[in-house]
């Protein structure tokens, strides 16, 4: 499907899903180089930035956990800008970059007066704009799940909790391993247009680097620690209950240790067995371990292991 937004000085042509027919009328139209046409054709797994004879070829990746459309967790876009229009190609919904498409045509900020200054720089940005502000939101999305778990946490569901920490702390290195090269693509877009002396371009591409970008890039850091450290307390917890567990168990051990002495001893198939015999017998035995049990546990909390 293709769309398009017309204005004074530039266009933008949202392609999503495009068919081979719809790309072939695209790269006749605006002359775009037979190797970006190549690429466009289906996803690419490597993000990058090229400089060709007419335009500059963007691909950028982006997370999609909340907001994701098919089983991949990872969108792609491929940007193209030339001296007067922006060609963007999306092979999945991109509910950002819907909700962008439809604002442009009612946004005082693309009408009147101001629709006249519209440039290609000034598209890029407010695309950039709109996906890292997707990112961000994929992000908020994670640092409820970690809300939850820490909630969880604390509510004695340690054990419970490590599947569903190791899955968050995923997503987030997944997340990070998407973005962290955007700040390379956008450093190259930076300096080619600053040699191409597209100022427009340069100063844009400056700003979504400086401001939306290292926004975005912060926000996730703060969850990965926040995620590490609630790892760190889970395990702590965890290997507190354990210790708790053991404890308890060598405490019953040493506790059960005297009975099963005195029971072996009044036990053995001996000639001569005190005490064995006599006169309430029984009841002096079971005298005999009650004692060491109390002994065994005033000794227990004199050593304060009780």
Do not use: C
């Not at 775009?32 to 004879?53: F, G, K, N, V, Y």
Request: overall charge negative; hydrophobic content about 40%; cysteine-free.
């Amino acid at each position: 499907m293709t769309q398009e937004h017309t204005y004074p000085n530039t266009k933008w042509i949202q392609l999503i899903s495009p068919t081979q027919e719809e790309l072939s009328e695209i790269v006749s139209a605006y002359n775009i180089d037979s190797e970006i046409a190549q690429d466009l054709a289906s996803p690419t797994p490597r993000q990058s930035i090229e400089a060709h004879s007419n335009s500059i070829y963007a691909i950028f990746h982006i997370p999609a956990y909340k907001h994701s459309h098919s089983k991949g967790h990872i969108q792609e876009i491929d940007i193209i800008i030339g001296k007067d229009f922006v060609i963007t190609v999306q092979f999945d919904t991109i509910d950002t970059l819907d909700r962008l498409s439809k604002e442009v045509q009612v946004e005082t900020l693309l009408k009147g007066e101001l629709k006249n200054s519209i440039t290609p720089g000034i598209l890029f940005l407010e695309i950039m704009r709109s996906l890292y502000e997707s990112i961000n939101d994929e992000i908020e999305h994670l640092q409820d799940t970690l809300r939850t778990i820490e909630d969880k946490i604390f509510n004695g569901q340690e054990k419970e909790m490590v599947f569903a920490l190791s899955k968050a702390g995923r997503d987030l290195l997944d997340l990070k391993r998407t973005i962290v090269p955007h700040e390379t693509n956008l450093k190259s877009l930076s300096l080619i247009a600053s040699k191409a002396q597209d100022i427009d371009l340069f100063e844009r591409t400056r700003h979504i680097l400086e401001e939306e970008y290292k926004k975005v890039k912060s926000f996730l850091l703060h969850n990965i620690d926040l995620a590490v450290e609630l790892r760190e307390t889970n395990n702590s917890l965890l290997f507190t209950k354990q210790n708790e567990v053991m404890n308890t168990l060598t405490i019953l051990a040493f506790v059960t240790f005297p009975l099963s002495l005195i029971a072996g001893i009044f036990g053995m198939n001996t000639k001569v067995l005190p005490i064995v015999g006599i006169d309430n017998d029984f009841w002096i035995i079971t005298g005999f371990m009650l004692v060491a049990t109390i002994a065994m546990v005033i000794l227990f909390k004199i050593k304060k292991w009780l």
